[in-house]
């Protein structure tokens, strides 16, 4: 009768044995579906972040860079400072554009005046 007591144990400690290693097989199965689900991993690297894009609403060169790499931020921070050399040239064209626009209208009503009387 030994030998079959024998047996049993072994039966029970190789049953509870295996039904360890099968909870800790799902556990770690589990974990790790739950992790692939919102991360994205690659042998060569590992990038887990969060990334926003900076649209600009003009182009144009950057003068000053305000932030580092990888600093916080927080919305309505200044991040550059743009160089605004171009910008106040084309205000300068623009404003030579309607003075010159205005020049033509008063010379344009003086040329309709002279024309009334002569009619």
Same mark, same amino acid.
Request: glycine fraction near 4%; proline fraction near 0%.
């Given at each position: 009768m030994e030998p079959t007591k024998k047996n049993s144990k072994k039966n029970k400690a190789f049953a509870f044995v295996l039904g360890?290693?099968?909870t800790l097989g799902l556990i770690f199965g589990i974990t790790?579906?739950?992790?692939?689900l919102s991360h994205e991993e690659t042998e060569d690297a590992q990038v887990e972040a969060d990334i926003n894009p900076i649209i600009p609403k003009v182009s144009g060169f950057i003068d000053k860079l305000n932030v580092d790499d990888n600093q916080l931020v927080r919305a309505g921070d200044t991040l550059v400072t #743009?160089?605004? /050399?171009? #910008?106040?040239? /084309?205000v300068l064209q623009a404003q030579v554009t309607l003075e010159n626009a205005k020049a033509?209208?008063?010379a344009l009503k003086r040329v309709t005046s002279l024309l009334k009387k002569m009619c």
């Open positions: 360890v290693l099968v790790k579906y739950i992790h692939g #743009l160089d605004d /050399r171009d #910008l106040k040239l /084309r033509s209208r008063v």
